[in-house]
């Protein structure tokens, strides 16, 4: 299982970088925000049974199209286009599909964790859509489905990791804890 | 306290309703059912509580009384129960003898079925089913059946993961499950017989509608008209799961299972391969014509009855033409599948209005003249009275508000459509009536021979529609309406109503705040069941509408009632509580008061009185021993 994950972001990571390699100069750049390739294939997504250490560091990584108005255009135009909003509705609040404006994401909120529900799917009937799209164009749905607003920032992985929503009151010692060193940005390993 | 309002404004009504059914012996009497049979106008001939549209029913299979052994009761959709015991004398003393959690919040859609002493229901996803058996206090499950099936069949219902239940035959429960596969289990064992795959989810289809038998066969049909799915039914021996024969509700004439005996009414039905010519190049294939809904037969023709769903897409821009088969209901041989007529309700369906919901077989006398007929309440919100031997219309007349439509054509059996409500890509119509769930969806009626008259709950709702250009990508909606609706005007979501389907003209109805999406269920003794989107459920007096009992339950009421009689010779009403399907899309849901899922059978009986004693003699702990 956890192979498994770890060998299809790898996947995901490498066609990213030949993919990007290709593309044009009106795309914004996507290749060099993305971490390498090592990072994120040996780093579980979930939790990891008898590990003291952090087991959550690649959820913090970033979209990289965070605050491009065009790649949240092109998200949404590609949100028409592949049906999403056939199960999501136009209004992305959700019909056959979750809502998802709201700040409740049943496989998590964060971009890493979205593009993960793109790309592979959900039990639930979430189409699979790692071969059918490339990751620029899922990256780009998330940046649209971020643009409503109820995703979690990349950066507040940790709180969002242990079910504590950003902005909202959450015990002392956890809102008083530094933040991770990756927090800012979450492309920098 | 209803009872004593009703008694007072319209007695006679009810004076000669108790006369003409008065309670067998033994029967729960209430003091209330006693003094209106006492009352003088109960000498009034009988005659004069007659039928108000003189219409007769063949109840074929003439079940057992007192039990309940497919979704409508009967081959001809009645969902009329011939029980007494409770009536509307004594209704008003109904109380809750017993609840059942199935563990399920789907919503839930389903009838339960009593088939000698034991109850038998199934569960919207994960389709699972038990046994109840009624000899036993307070539900004992006998068995659970869990076929486990595919969790990914969930996100291709378009809505909601449900089930409208299941149909008993020879010693088999058989039901569809939601990944296209439908099943039989021994209701002895509650073990599988056999399990048969019917369709795919990867083309986007799945299965919700309740399996209709007539002998050693079983009829079952496809959902997925969002998802632009390729609609059929099939007929399957009952006791081998084996596929007969399948008709597909578009394509050629070959697929769709028409040839020389097929004689639809109206022209413009008529012609080669229609099933394409009606579509744009291709796109039939995709065209969606699903099987949804319900099922009728007609034992003296041999012919079974039912509708399709919309065209896929939803957006009519994208498929010009009439659209045949969808939207359409067809009658066809039960032994060979061959169709021998249809009639397209909504030609080139525009708003989702389908042909699904059912089809109730009467004999009414029309202009001096006994017609075989079908009443059937369309989504469109035309109630239509049509000969069920040729497909010919004999009344079209509005039950719910609409502006979709200005007028009905009877010559050419068409509907006139108002041109300011079609829809064109990125153009917001607003104000459009009724909306896609139609002014009424699914949700089946029921008829009374002893009124003559049909009952429904019905829609009172618009939508604001901007349709979107989708292309077709396995396994997504094809689908492209951007929607929402609100209350039509008078501000009620909801109406339950009572038709007379000779004259085409609504006797009474009850408003109702939130929509009105349950089943309706008759009886002899004169009332009228049905649920509410929020949770109420009513028993009402079937000759003018009279409220005569309400009870809140746990969650809304989509299901559908049911009556029997247990083993203790008591008669008991049944219902689900659990909202979901289409009643939780928008509209209803932003209103406060909308309840939360359930998923919980509630059991009726005068006074709540049930069986007490476990006949197989287990201990029941005395009040001194629980207490320790």
Redesign the interface.
């Known amino acids: 299982m956890k192979l498994r994950i770890a060998l299809c972001h790898l996947t995901v990571v490498t066609s990213m970088v030949m993919l990007s390699s290709c593309q044009g100069g009106s795309t914004p750049p996507a290749a060099s925000s993305v971490p390498a390739a090592t990072d994120v294939a040996t780093q579980p997504l979930g939790q990891v049974a008898g590990v003291s250490q952090d087991p959550a560091s690649s959820l913090s990584t970033a979209n990289p199209y965070d605050g491009n108005p065009q790649a949240v255009e092109q998200g949404k135009a590609l949100f028409v286009k592949m049906n999403c909003a056939g199960c999501h509705a136009y209004t992305g609040k959700g019909n056959m599909g979750p809502d998802l404006t709201d700040t409740y994401w049943r496989y998590g909120g964060l971009p890493i964790q979205i593009y993960t529900s793109i790309h592979d799917g959900r039990p639930q009937g979430m189409p699979a859509w790692g071969t059918a799209l490339a990751p620029q164009d899922i990256w780009k749905l998330v940046a649209y489905i971020q643009s409503f607003g109820g995703t979690v920032p990349a950066s507040d992985y940790r709180q969002a990791h242990e079910g504590d929503t950003p902005g909202e009151q959450v015990a002392p010692e956890a809102s008083t804890a530094p933040s991770p060193p990756s927090a800012s940005g979450g492309s920098k390993p | 306290m209803a009872i004593t309002a009703y008694v007072g404004s319209a007695g006679l009504l009810l004076a000669l309703a108790s006369s003409w059914y008065a309670p067998p012996a033994g029967a729960s009497q209430d003091p209330a059912a006693a003094s209106s049979t006492a009352s003088p106008q109960a000498k009034a001939p009988a005659a004069s509580a007659t039928s108000s549209s003189g219409a007769t029913f063949n109840f074929a299979p003439n079940d057992p009384a007192g039990e309940w052994h497919s979704q409508a009761r009967d081959y001809a959709n009645t969902r009329y129960s011939p029980l007494d015991k409770i009536n509307a004398g004594n209704v008003g003393k109904l109380r809750i003898a017993w609840t059942f959690s199935d563990g399920t919040l789907h919503g839930h859609e389903a009838a339960p079925l009593v088939v000698g002493n034991t109850m038998y229901v199934v569960t919207p996803f994960p389709d699972m089913a038990y046994a109840l058996d009624l000899t036993k206090p307070g539900a004992f499950i006998s068995w659970t059946f869990k076929p486990n099936p595919s969790?990914?069949?969930?996100?291709?219902?378009?809505?909601d993961a449900v089930t409208r239940g299941s149909t008993y035959v020879d010693g088999m429960l058989i039901y569809n499950l939601l990944d296209d596969h439908t099943v039989a289990v021994d209701v002895k064992t509650g073990k599988q017989i056999w399990r048969t795959k019917m369709g795919n989810l990867k083309t986007g289809e799945t299965m919700t509608m309740a399996p209709f038998a007539v002998g050693d066969k079983v009829f079952v049909g496809d959902s997925g008209g969002?998802m632009g799915a390729h609609g059929w039914i099939a007929a399957l021996d009952v006791h081998t799961g084996k596929e007969l024969w399948r008709a597909y509700n578009t394509g050629s004439d070959a697929i769709a299972r028409i040839g020389a005996d097929f004689k639809p009414y109206y022209a413009w039905m008529k012609g080669k391969d229609l099933g394409i010519s009606t579509w744009p190049a291709g796109a039939w294939q995709h065209g969606g014509g699903t099987v949804w809904g319900w099922i009728s037969y007609d034992p003296q023709t041999n012919l079974i009855y039912y509708g399709t769903s919309n065209p896929s897409p939803r957006v009519p821009a994208q498929r010009p033409g009439d659209n045949l088969w969808a939207s359409t209901i067809f009658a066809r041989d039960a032994d060979t599948g061959m169709a021998r007529w249809a009639y397209q309700t909504t030609p080139h369906d525009e708003w989702d209005y389908d042909a699904v919901n059912e089809d109730i077989l009467m004999d009414l006398p029309i202009n001096g003249r006994i017609r075989k007929v079908m009443v059937h309440f369309d989504r469109n919100a035309y109630a239509y009275t049509i000969d069920r031997t040729t497909g010919e219309v004999l009344l079209a007349a509005p039950f719910a508000y609409l502006n979709w439509s200005t007028g009905f054509d009877m010559k050419t059996g068409r509907p006139i459509v108002n041109k300011d409500k079609e829809p064109k890509p990125n153009v917001e119509i607003t104000n459009l009536c009724p909306p896609d769930i139609g002014g009424k969806d699914w949700q089946p009626s029921a008829a009374s021979p002893r009124t003559g008259l049909v009952y429904a709950g019905i829609f009172n709702i618009c939508m604001d529609l901007?349709d979107?250009k989708?292309?077709y990508?396995q396994?997504?909606?094809?689908?492209?309406m951007?929607m929402s609706r609100r209350a039509a005007p008078g501000g009620n979501l909801g109406e339950f109503m009572a038709w007379n389907p000779a004259t085409g003209k609504k006797v009474w109805a009850i408003k109702e705040k939130f929509m009105t999406m349950s089943g309706a269920l008759a009886t002899a003794g004169d009332i009228v069941f049905y649920g509410t989107a929020d949770g109420w459920f009513r028993a009402v007096n079937a000759w003018n509408g009279k409220v005569l009992w309400s009870q809140k339950l746990g969650s809304g009421v989509i299901g559908q009632p049911i009556t029997y009689i247990g083993p203790d010779h008591r008669q008991y009403v049944a219902i689900y509580s659990g909202i979901g399907g289409a009643a939780t899309?928008k509209a209803d849901a932003n209103l406060s008061g909308f309840p939360a899922l359930g998923g919980t059978l509630y059991v009726f009986s005068i006074d709540g009185d049930s069986v007490q004693t476990d006949s197989d003699d287990a201990p029941t702990p005395s009040p001194s021993t629980a207490n320790e």
């Open positions: 969790p990914s069949a969930v996100g291709k219902a378009c809505c969002e901007t979107h989708v292309g990508i396994s997504t909606p094809y689908d492209g951007e899309v």
